[in-house]
């Protein structure tokens, strides 16, 4: 028994299939299927398929929704004037639990990154400029992630919105709230001084 | 849409009642699923599913198995003579990995913890005795876990064992081959100096 028994190594396997998780955090996530009962590995079965099945994206902005259109772009209290171009789903929900912004979300699906053969074309950025066109958009705040890839993502919109009439803006970049200026990086600190505020009190 | 949606929520519940899964790691997991193919979902929730139906437990030693006797136990080129008690499966595998143990195991299913209410009755401890009387059994090596709890139950399958015509041994205590001693813990230390071997050479 040199190896784990045959149902037991594809469940691992299967849940190496997960991002991020690797054969010993795999390893140990069977064994736990192993200790359910069975209720418990039905229910655990039946959330997978059920989520899979149930969630789909919004038609208009591609957040993940559980209706053709999703609850932020059918709450009539947000306003329609912003739209937040964000990556993924998750950072909507990120943006959503801040409870400060009022405006709309474009999930792009991914970032532009040719080493992994994923152009604009694969991106829901056609959608968009069809949402700059059709809506009464004012402003685009580009929220892709600090990476390189969503940086070249964040210009490459940049240039395509500068034919648009709309006002197109960049989340700030500086040292994270809480942080201790120690640990944060180079260009972080570079970025953080470049975009430096004055805090002179006129008279 | 203060919360995700609601099968997102229960699937990143499931997630989190897998061992040493937390919130942030269930959430990562959950939304992989989402990016899933329907076949890959299919595949997943299916693994799960046949890993619990057909993985049950080796009627003699307890071991994970996919047959009523599981593989160690079924070879007949191991020696019925030793027997490796062990916490769990895992311990097993770990052994197994090591092909220089050729005796068979027993997999007592956790260790004696009073705070998480596991008493002796809890675990496979009738079976070991029945198998010490019943089995040609020459020695015990009891492999519990280096842990207060995994010491306690070692303790206690120490005591019972006195009136067995078995020996009784416990794995070898000492800093880890390979590790450095600067990171060695106080205890290990000093068990590992009580636990000193001799390696003059006599002429």
Redesign the interface.
């Known amino acids: ?2 190896e ?5 190594e ?2 691992i ?2 849940f190496r ?5 690797g054969r010993k ?1 795999a ?10 009962s ?1 209720e ?13 099945r ?2 789909t994206h919004c038609k208009r902005c591609f957040n ?3 209706a053709p259109v ?3 772009c059918s ?1 009539g209290r947000r306003d329609p004037g912003v739209v937040c171009v964000v990556e ?3 950072a909507v ?1 990120a943006f ?2 801040v ?1 400060e912004y009022h405006g709309l979300y474009h999930v792009l699906g991914g970032v532009i990154a040719p080493m992994e053969g994923i152009g604009p074309d694969q991106l829901h950025i056609r959608e968009l400029l069809e949402r700059v066109n059709n809506e009464p958009i004012r402003e685009i705040i580009i929220a892709t992630n600090p990476t390189i890839d969503g940086e070249t993502t964040a210009m490459y919109l940049a240039r395509l919105l500068v034919d648009y009439d709309v006002e197109v803006s960049r989340l700030a970049y500086g040292v994270p709230v809480g942080g201790d200026l120690e640990y944060a990086d180079e260009v972080t600190l570079f970025r953080a001084m470049e975009g430096r505020k004055s805090i002179n009190q006129k008279p």
Do not use: H, W
């Open positions: 028994m040199a784990y028994i045959a149902p037991l594809i469940l396997e299967q299939s997960l991002k991020g998780v955090t390893t140990r996530m069977a064994f736990s299927i192993l200790d359910f069975n418990q590995t039905e229910r655990f079965a039946n959330a997978i398929l059920d989520a899979k149930s969630i993940i929704s559980d999703c609850a932020v709450d993924d789903a998750r929900m959503e639990k409870k």
